[in-house]
């Protein structure tokens, strides 16, 4: 349409009776076969927000790579539109997000629906009465602005839809914990505002075809505090009866061991702290991953989504006590954890081999040889429901658990790790002066990276870690993180070097692992046999290994390391030491108070040089 044409209906539509506001919105406007752009998605929470000023704030939280407005819509019946205000009034607050996956946008279409029935057609009034809503119509917003039909392929509809990659192509669905991301950055600064008491990620399927019309996700208990794990398998045993009432199918998110056959069973799809769910159960939150499925019509899945969604609220708004209690309680058992010497925390998890029996309602389905993969083909029958019993390994049990230290340190020229602590509200204090400390640290070795980046980084996919005494001078700005706080599982994941989302394993430290200064061939050769004629421990180690380990015998320059590597020269440089340290009780409660007396000078930086940033 040409813009004066636009320009003339548009008027026409503002000149009409306000009595008649037509709230229809834009997805239900185009029948679902289409989801809005951004612009109108923003325009219609905007109108919302102009016609029920005392239940609706738009705010901007942050700005999208390519310079979008990153939106939230506060929605409270009282006008509650701040954390002081939620915290006064006891109200929890619920963040419900879409589009972290762009292309999986029911539950920005859903939003807008629940919205308007909550703040203007008179429909659910009472929806927000005792909680209060922070809701993302939109997280990945470039993405989403990203439109193409062939983004995804294993979908049905809508005609176009985002993109899954951001517009530097992160995942924002495993940058959590890295946080790489400008979006990312944005949402951990709602977060640490918010402190959300309950999070819900809306997204789509891949996988399989079966009945149900949405699949949901809870982290396994073992990963959450009793109480925060209670709450949520309580919450979603009340709601999802209640949902299939509205004439829904769900099940737990189903994760098949063996696409190409579901009667194999299913497992646990291993989430962890770059999801959103992972993330939350480390800030001690309950979190629900909501899936729509990917081949039910459009319709059908923002249905799906605006009904789990209200019944949540539903649900929420019975009780809010009960969920502010139950992240409460985690908090403080996190806290107070540091007291307790015997306390181990689990920082990886292996499937339970006992499985449990789950009834699928699936499809019938064929499989046949393909001529074209060589392999099986799996083919659906949608006309024909079946259901089976299949086993379920979902459970998982904790596998590698260390003893949390009772405080970190870390030098101050880490400052990418110290930004990190500060991106997730993990509280720490800086030292005044230079002290020295007695701690453990890790002395790491044999790091492998992975071969191929993932989401832009090569990962340490292994190395090993080992414990050791550590007597170190911390400069002045250095930083002590006790571990009595309610982040403290995610200082846990950032800083312990076998956990699988730590900046190490991200390869966020990769530069500890090498050495600066090489010893030349011709001056090792006198290094070697010098210490051949010193050390006799050394020639009989050295002349055993020339003997059992011919790759070792044939590599003149491995030979040659070998006497460098057990040299000062090589032990000064000290490789693979890690330097975050662990602090006993004794040495935190040594530094939690500034050191008297002392003058500990700061070097200024002249005006002019200063980063203007
Ligand atoms: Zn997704």
Redesign the pocket.
Known sequence: MRSWLLGFFLGLQLAAPAAAADWTTPAEAAGFRTTPSYADTLSYLKRLEESAPGKIRVQTFGVSPQGRPMVAVIANANGVFTPEGARAAKLPVVLVQAG??P??IEGKDAGLMLLRDFAVTGKSPHLLDHAVLVFIPVFSVDGHENSSPYNRINQNGPDSMGF?GQSQYLNL?RDYIKADSPEMHAWLALWRRWRPDFLT?I????GADYQYDLTWYLEDPNKLDAAVSDWQQKAMAGVVPAYEKRGHLASIYLEFKDGKDPRQGIVNFGSGPRFSTGYAALQNRPALLI?THMLKPYAVRVRAAYDLVALLLEHIGRDPAALLTATAKAEADTAARAQDASARVALTFKPDPASTPYILKGYAFHQSHSDISGSSWIQYDPRKPVTTEIPNWNRLLPDVSIAPPAAYAIPVQWTEVIARLRDHGIAYRRLDCAVAVDAEGYQLSDPKWAAQPFEGHLMVRSVVANPVPRHETLPPGSVIVPLDQPAANVAMELLEPDAPDSLLRWGMLDAIFEIKEYGEPRVLEKLARDMLAKDPAVKAEFERKLKDDAAFAANSQARLNFFFQRSPWYSVQRAGAYPVLRLDAKMRDALSVPVAGKSCPVPEIDSAYRDPR
């Open positions: 972290i996956h292309g999986e899954r669905n990620d997204h789509t399927t891949d899936e």
